[in-house]
């Protein structure tokens, strides 16, 4: 332990320390949280089960030992471990939502999330008939949780090649209880999806190109790396989304994916295909958008 007993006593104690702790380890926040002092709150806040929202009222709140050296062991692991807090706390905020996370899927996050509660207007004319949705590379599950609540009549099969992160996904839709509208499916993008047509393909798949895999924060190299790596130009999945989104989309059908800060290598991939870049707080570069009618 890096303090002496009562040392730190109160969370101000705990949050100053934490802050400069996490500041000398030059510590990378990308995953919820963007700075040291965010993060620090919240550690801190969830370990003494606290409510999150609500830092000011427990400042000067005098702790118990036991207290201060739980507080202490997420902390040093946080530093010294390089293990972003989901992995930490097993829970990732997305839009609002909670969800339970651990090292068998990426932390959740996506700029698609931004667009959901909107309902994809004005690209979804009518959110009501939107009756299949298909989200590919699922991960934590999250993207597809929140999919349903926004489209209350679609039916959403969500697909992972990894087993463990279905697991995970299994755990996250059975706590919304979404069971029944929801499925999950274990394939390699299409292989096992059913044949029906879909309204909506959305996907936020692995696209860092090889050279920026190479310069990833440690705390990114904690996640599962066959949820990040997308190839040479980080388009190989995205290359076979594409060109199976055509025999998959209804006549009026979206295909939606995000590909972060690949713009670039996106439209050289597509030189054939005008694509429709989404606004998202982060700017028009990191979600595409492409029609049916395109596909065909």
Not at 12 to 28: E, H, I, P
Request: hydrophobic fraction near 40%.
């Amino acid at each position: 332990m890096p303090t002496k007993p009562n040392e730190l006593t109160t969370i101000r104690d705990l949050l100053r320390y934490a802050v400069t702790r996490f500041n000398t380890a030059k510590l990378f926040f990308g995953h919820g949280s963007t700075n040291a002092l965010d993060e620090a709150a919240y550690l801190i806040l969830h370990t003494l089960k606290l409510p999150l929202d609500k830092l000011d009222p427990f400042f000067d709140a005098r702790l118990l030992q036991e207290e201060v050296d739980a507080v202490l062991r997420v902390i040093e692991q946080r530093a010294d471990e390089r293990l972003p807090a989901a992995y930490i706390t097993n829970e990732g905020w997305l839009g609002g939502y909670r969800f339970y996370v651990d090292e068998r899927v990426i932390v959740p996050r996506s700029f698609i999330a931004e667009l959901i509660p909107e309902q994809f207007s004005p690209w979804v004319s009518n959110p009501d008939k939107v009756n299949n949705i298909l989200e590919l590379c699922t991960g934590s599950g999250c993207l597809p949780i929140m999919l349903a609540d926004a489209f209350p009549n679609a039916h959403v099969d969500a697909v992972d090649i990894s087993t463990d992160a279905l697991e995970v996904a299994k755990r996250n839709v059975a706590e919304y209880e979404l069971e029944h509208r929801i499925n999950l499916i274990e394939s390699d993008l299409y292989a096992n999806v059913p044949e029906y047509k879909f309204d909506l393909i959305i996907t936020n798949p692995p696209y860092v190109n090889s050279g920026s895999m190479g310069k990833l924060p440690p705390e990114y190299l904690r996640e599962p790396q066959i949820a990040l790596a997308g190839g040479t130009d980080g388009m190989d999945l995205v290359r076979k989304i594409v060109a199976g989104a055509g025999q998959r989309l209804t006549p009026n059908g979206l295909l939606m994916v995000e590909i972060g800060n690949e713009r670039e290598f996106a439209e050289a991939a597509f030189p054939e295909l005008n694509l429709t870049w989404l606004t998202t707080s982060a700017g028009d570069d990191m979600v595409f958008l492409i029609t049916a009618d395109q596909l065909q």
